[in-house]
């Protein structure tokens, strides 16, 4: 991961303190995106590391002289209050005190709006300096304030609900401080099967496929895509009123959560734990308005083409130009990214977030093999890249355009699941063949669940299941594979038995039906055959185009 530029570069341990003012593009100022002011204050006692209570202290740092420097808000996927940063690079996130809020009621009286030097009915500050210095110079900034039993309350900095919520990519946070926000910038061709509970999206150019459900709950929930509107709609009504572009923000829902919370307990008049700042959220159980979710990514413009270095030379074979790599101490620096190199996704890892979605599946499609290209390549390899930006690709200034991803602690690439093994081996060495994955799946990257299908009498048939134990049962897995050869296609889908299920389906017009036809009538096949004739894939797909 680039060190990000605009913080301090020296030995010292800074801690992200809160977050100022959002500034809007402005190409006088040779800000084409918009940034927020980010806090850090000096850490006093480095002690820290073997005893982290230390930071609870308001004299843990320089508090009142803090440093103040503009990020892209591109960047805020990365940053969370309370971190701990070193010469540019995370160096710890302390928990500081870790509490979880359970069977929370989230509606618009429960949760509202307050400011962060807000003093209550005039009966004290929600925030009081003497136990919390670190807000004082962004009083004006929003905060959530949420009731909790017994006259307690949660405070959330809506900044940190905004980076929880929608933070899952540099480009989706980007869009929702441009207003206004439009559907078209973040989706489009949705359909929804009420029967099933599949969510089905095209996500619009650029926006990252890790941001999907965050996309699907703006879609599917009024609350959502109200309170991504409202950010950029806040911070463009403080600018004009010369209040200050701080943004508010809400939560994406209303209904009852469990919430984890990393922060710090305030007194609040005679009670020494009354208010609980949150740095960071942990973890939310609200469910997601969807059972699974398949999403597409829109192609890019052909303009890409030829920004990646892709040229024909006079016989017609593309020149395919060497790629110049990234430095290994690249740096984030504020400005456009270059109009001339590829764009590339750097991986934030962390915690899931929503445990809903870990009991959901969300897939893709993925290309596994294409014909192959005329291909010539020319030219030296390129000098590292030293340079990074999540700006947009407008600038000749040579750094690396780059979105940053939230992704859950877990294999970035898996391996293939025993059954789909030489199946996939012999996909991969078919030449002349388009092939996809039609399943990519976070959850193993290659498979989904079988389609459960509930017969006249009500009943579900138990080959769909695999034992897992006493008692327990699981679902069998299921990959689809779109092989197309010249104007012709097929689908292959693989279900999940000894020896492996495996039968070929003709596509229909309607991509989306027909997928969802094809999982139906292979469960449906798998319950009437379970035991096909064992077939190699290559052969049988080199028959059936009769390309033998």
């Keep these: 991961m680039p060190s990000i530029f605009a913080f301090p570069k020296d030995e010292n341990f800074w801690r992200i303190d809160w977050f100022g003012e959002v500034a809007f593009p402005n190409r006088l100022l040779r800000r084409t995106q918009p940034s927020v002011l980010v806090h850090l204050s000096r850490v006093l006692n480095t002690s820290f590391q073997k005893n982290p209570a230390l930071l609870l202290a308001s004299d843990c740092t320089f508090a009142s002289r803090q440093r103040k420097v503009w990020v892209s808000i591109g960047t805020l996927p990365l940053l969370r209050i309370g971190d701990i940063w070193r010469n540019g690079q995370l160096a710890a996130t302390p928990d500081y005190e870790l509490e979880q809020f359970l069977s929370l009621e989230i509606n618009a009286e429960t949760a509202v709006l307050v400011k962060a030097g807000l003093n209550l009915e005039e009966k004290g500050f929600l925030l009081p300096r003497t136990e919390h210095p670190w807000h004082m110079e962004c009083t004006q900034s929003y905060c959530l304030m949420v009731e909790l039993q017994e006259n307690l309350r949660l405070i959330i900095p809506c900044m940190e609900l905004i980076r929880f919520y929608f933070g899952s990519s540099s480009n989706l946070l980007t869009k929702l401080f441009l207003p206004p926000l439009v559907r078209d910038t973040l989706y489009n061709k949705s359909h929804f099967d009420k029967n099933s509970g599949r969510l089905t999206l095209q996500l619009a150019a650029g926006i990252s496929g890790v941001s999907a459900a965050d996309i699907g709950r703006i879609h599917m929930d009024p609350h959502a895509w109200r309170t991504a509107v409202h950010v950029g709609a806040s911070l463009l009504k403080g600018s004009v009123s010369g209040q200050g572009a701080y943004p508010q923000a809400y939560f994406p829902f209303e209904g009852q959560t469990d919430l984890i919370a990393s922060g710090k307990w305030l007194s609040f008049q005679d009670d020494p734990r009354a208010t609980f ?21 829109k192609d ?33 620096i504020e400005t456009d990214a270059s109009n001339k190199l590829t764009k590339q996704t750097r991986p934030g890892w962390g915690a899931a977030r929503f ?41 000749e200034r040579r750094a690396r355009p780059i979105d940053f991803e939230i992704r859950a602690k877990q294999q970035s690439e898996f391996p293939v699941p025993e059954f789909l093994r030489a199946i996939v081996d012999e996909l991969e060495v078919l030449d002349g063949f388009n092939i996809q994955l039609l399943t990519n799946s976070e959850q193993d990257g290659w ?22 134990g006493e008692n327990r049962l699981r679902e069998r897995r299921v990959a689809v594979f779109s092989v197309e050869y010249e104007t012709e296609c097929i689908k292959i889908v693989a279900v999940e038995s000894s020896p492996v299920h495996m039968k070929l389906y ?17 469960a449906s096949d798998f319950i009437s055959r379970p035991e096909p004739k064992t077939e190699n894939a290559s052969h049988l797909i080199r028959w059936v185009f009769d390309t033998q």
């Design 277 to 297: 700042i949150a740095y960071s959220l942990r973890s939310c159980s609200y469910p997601f308005p969807f059972r699974s979710l398949r999403y597409d990514v």
């Design 355 to 395: 445990p809903d979605l870990t009991l959901k599946t969300i897939w893709r499609n993925r290309v596994l093999s294409e014909p192959s290209a005329n291909n010539v390549f020319g030219g030296t390899r390129p000098s590292d890249v030293q340079h990074s930006a999540v700006g947009s690709q407008d600038s």
């Design 506 to 522: 003709l596509p229909s017009n309607d991509d989306e039906t027909d997928l969802v036809e094809t999982l139906a009538c292979a």
């Design 300 to 332: 890019r413009s052909p303009s890409s083409v030829r920004k990646n270095g892709q040229e024909k030379n006079e016989s017609g074979a593309r020149i395919v130009r060497k790629s110049a790599s990234d430095s290994p101490d690249q740096q984030l």
């Design 447 to 468: 498979t989904i669940p079988i389609t459960v299908l509930v017969s006249e009498d009500g009943e579900i048939d138990a080959s769909l299941f695999i034992e897992r």
